[in-house]
């Protein structure tokens, strides 16, 4: 419960003044998607090839945010949803500081993702939907998370004994399966990102 004596102060730099500053507009990108489906390794391409145009940028990552800020946390569908809380507030942070913002989380459902879009100003949220079906996942299993998970190791793993929402409306679906092009699903959302003036404003 926030207490009745906290205030915001609002500073005298806004969101505009430091994306003038930067020459791009702040936003989120939020990857979405299965374990193994590939969200942390095209956010981290993507951020790469955005700090490549000069943009500033920063990424959040699912294991690493739990290293720190949320090691406090379990997988409990409880602690899941305060994961995701936290994380959309520190996106928030960032996107205040005209920054592009990645985030890959697997954030299961749909409400969760949702109170982080309601956080951030009109636009400023972008849904990345990384569609790997679960038998390519899991083949995948580069941590080795699923085998444990079919062994009962892991409770509440998504795909296998908890749920996956998948995005209502997402800003943008990748098609990370078998055949997916690295490259192009990059250049997917730079392109959406240009389209929607995000970057190249000016």
Known sequence: MTSKNLYWHKGKVSISDRENANGHKSACLWFTGLSGSGKSTLALEVEAELFKLGIQTYILDGDNVRHG?????????????????????????FVDAGIIVLTAFIS?????????RKLLPEGKFIEIFVDCDLETCEARDPKGLYKKARANEIKDFTGISSPYEKPVNPEIIIDNGKNSDLNKNIAKIISHL??????DFK
Do not use: C
């Open 69 to 93: 800020l949320n090691k406090d946390l379990s997988f409990s569908e409880t602690d899941r949803k305060e994961n995701i809380r936290r994380i959309g507030e520190v996106a928030k942070l």
């Open 108 to 116: 299961p459902f749909v409400n969760d993702r949702e109170q982080v």
């Open 194 to 199: 240009k389209s929607k003036r995000i970057i």
